[in-house]
């Protein structure tokens, strides 16, 4: 039997390329986009890497639906079982390193090495932001002095469904770096990839259905910014919305929009426009997706009589 | 538009092909034998192929406007409390309190104690107070049983009564039992319009509900209804295709009309848009009002309110605007 008929390639013999259908992440599943639409993908030169769906509002409208059905196990499940879940994903993203640094280094035109450097950042981002779930609330929580005979604590609580514009620059670290805070601060997120290198993100999206991140919980979109970000801003069921990606002007189209539901809005920060997620982040995307819930709980002696539970 | 009919019942079919079936439960028995098979494959295909149909822009707004004033907006649970039966008849009159332009549903379904409370609830608003009757949902009750039941909900004050038709006679073939049963409600049921429930998901087959189909219309029956939401299969568009077949060549050949309820498990806008066209395009245009089309639902009410919020604003609403029921 020939070498041939085994599905092997003999010397010689040019091997037809296996090529990849780059499809979204939503639900835990991956589906096409419902327009049918694609758009190509090139590499910093020019050259055609791949075709990416070019998702709709409606694909924008799933996304939400799935996020927010995601969103009462995430936001319930325990920090720490979120933390290690988070791990898990790093965990994966490190078992994948050689097609994120070949991806990454195609989107951003960067040498191999560079590349590799980025993806390591990544990586370590993910297991920094993974170690914060737990720590959080200590942090931005607390027991209050009050003065009455009450305990008053304040506990931070993840605000919802989030609306995440990965930038458009630094398409794996910028991207890891708006996504993980806020998933590890328990919201769920509708990712818009960025546009013109959305490859990264949705591989990312292959890694997080294999690491127990239950469905729903981050779901990957790539298509027109704009196109995806405005329906989305607008959406009354979706609580916040981070600008990383977003241009002046879209940006302040969809803080227009966002204002109908006064959805929490993250402007796109200096560190953003800069495509520098090399610095240490912070705390800062953490809390921003976190309501601060305080609850008065009544103690010590009531009244004049001196009785006490 | 409610077209007159004479009132159905045996009389109606005097003069009819139809006269002499039910004159004995044989006859009864060799026509429902006689009744052509149905074609599965056709069936479920012709279904699926209507539910294609993409209906957009002022169609999608009329087609939801229809929708909600055809729901029987329904809480049928062993925890229905006064309180609840209250809010849904409220909900039933304003289902978008934001939006008055919003039209009310068509009834609210309760069990038979709730049915002055809910009577109270929707006043004389128009909505309808529809009671699940006969020892709903199983129906494994004495004739006597069920027939208090239809008539305490009728004295109660509702408006239409939903009944479940005997599976367990129907299955073992005695036909004539489900038929007589049909027909001594429907007299219990006085004024009130009679609703049959056959299970559908019950029948095991195609055949089965065609049959059932024609015993509830020979019967007398104002509507006839898919299921009780009670069991895993409730309605689909493939069996509710073909009990609007039923209820078209019914009228085809009596000149009585009879309506279609289909119940449980239709949830989104999209799936009740489904089956609307499944009426206009099997029964057709003579049905797409409340008097003759019925949706038995809960929960589908809040999706078509999102859908109309969406179309009146332009941006997707969420389960924050709508109630929690």
Redo the contacts between chains.
């Keep these: 039997m020939s070498k041939e008929s085994l599905g092997g390639s003999a010397a010689g013999a040019t091997r037809l390329s296996v090529l990849k259908t780059y499809k979204l992440y939503v639900g835990g599943k991956f589906p096409r986009s419902e327009s049918g639409r694609v758009y190509e993908v090139t590499d910093s030169k020019g050259k055609w890497l791949a075709n990416a769906p070019l998702s709709s509002r409606k694909d924008a409208?799933d996304a939400?639906v799935a996020a927010?059905k995601a969103f009462g196990g995430w936001s319930g499940a325990t920090a720490y079982n979120r933390g290690q879940i988070l791990y898990r994903v790093a965990e994966m993203l490190e078992g994948r390193r050689e097609q994120f640094v070949r991806e990454v280094a195609d989107a951003e035109g960067l040498s191999k090495s560079k590349a590799a450097a980025v993806v390591d950042a990544t990586v370590d981002r993910w297991v920094w932001y993974a170690g914060w779930t737990d720590k959080i609330t200590q942090v931005v929580g607390g027991a209050n002095p009050v003065a009455g005979p009450f305990f008053n604590l304040s506990t931070p609580e993840p605000t919802g469904v989030v609306t995440v514009i990965a930038p458009q620059e630094s398409s794996f670290l910028g991207l890891v770096s708006v996504v993980a805070p806020v998933i590890a601060a328990g919201n769920t997120a509708v990712v818009i990839a960025s546009e013109k290198a959305p490859l990264p993100a949705l591989s990312l999206g292959e890694v997080l259905a294999t690491s127990d991140v239950p469905g729903g919980v981050v779901n990957v979109l790539s298509g027109n910014t704009r196109e995806l970000a405005l329906?989305l801003a607008?959406?009354?069921?979706?609580n916040g919305i981070d600008l990383a990606g977003a241009d002046a002007d879209l940006a302040k189209d969809l803080e227009i929009a966002a204002a109908?539901n006064l959805k929490r809005v993250l402007r796109p920060q200096a560190v953003d426009t800069d495509a520098d997620f090399t610095t240490p982040p912070g705390t800062h995307r953490l809390t921003t997706f976190l309501e601060t819930k305080t609850v008065w709980h009544p103690t010590g002696s009531l009244g004049a009589s001196g009785g006490s539970y | 538009m409610p077209t007159t009919t004479p009132p159905p019942g045996k009389a109606a079919l005097t003069g009819t092909p139809f006269a002499d079936v039910t004159a004995s439960a044989t006859t009864l028995r060799r026509f429902l034998h006689g009744l052509p098979g149905v074609d599965t494959v056709g069936l479920e295909a012709r279904a699926a192929a209507l539910g294609t149909r993409s209906i957009k822009t002022t169609a999608k707004a009329y087609a939801i406007d229809l929708a909600i004033s055809m729901i029987d907006l329904t809480t049928l649970e062993g925890a229905d409390t006064a309180g609840k039966v209250r809010a849904l008849g409220a909900k039933a009159v304003h289902p978008d309190p934001t939006d008055r332009t919003t039209p009310k549903t068509a009834a609210v379904c309760v069990y038979p104690d709730m049915v002055a409370t809910a009577k109270e609830a929707v006043a004389d608003s128009g909505v309808k107070v529809a009671s699940v009757a006969t020892a709903f949902p199983a129906g494994r009750a004495a004739l006597a049983v069920k027939l208090a039941d239809v008539r305490d909900a009728v004295a109660a004050g509702a408006d239409e009564i939903d009944m479940v038709i005997d599976r367990g006679a129907f299955l073992a073939g005695d036909f004539m039992k489900v038929y007589e049963e049909i027909v001594a409600v429907k007299e219990a049921s006085g004024q009130a319009r009679l609703k049959v429930i056959f299970e559908t998901g019950e029948l095991s087959t195609y055949d089965n509900i065609r049959r059932a189909s024609w015993i509830g219309m020979l019967a007398g029956a104002d509507f006839i209804k898919t299921s009780t939401g009670k069991v895993g299969v409730n309605a689909t568009p493939a069996n509710t295709l073909l009990m609007l077949e039923a209820v078209r060549d019914f009228r085809a050949q009596t000149g009585v009309q009879v309506g279609v309820k289909p119940a449980g498990g239709i949830r989104t806008s999209k799936d009740a848009l489904k089956f609307l066209v499944l009426v206009n395009e099997t029964a057709g245009a003579d049905w797409l009002d409340n008097h003759w089309f019925r949706f038995g639902a809960s929960s589908l009410l809040n999706d078509l309110l999102m859908q109309r919020q969406k179309l009146a604003t332009g941006r997707y609403s969420g389960p924050d605007y709508v109630t929690v029921d």
């Excluded at chain 1, 607008?234 to 979706?238: K, S």
């Design positions: 409208r939400v927010r329906p607008a959406h009354q069921d979706v109908d």
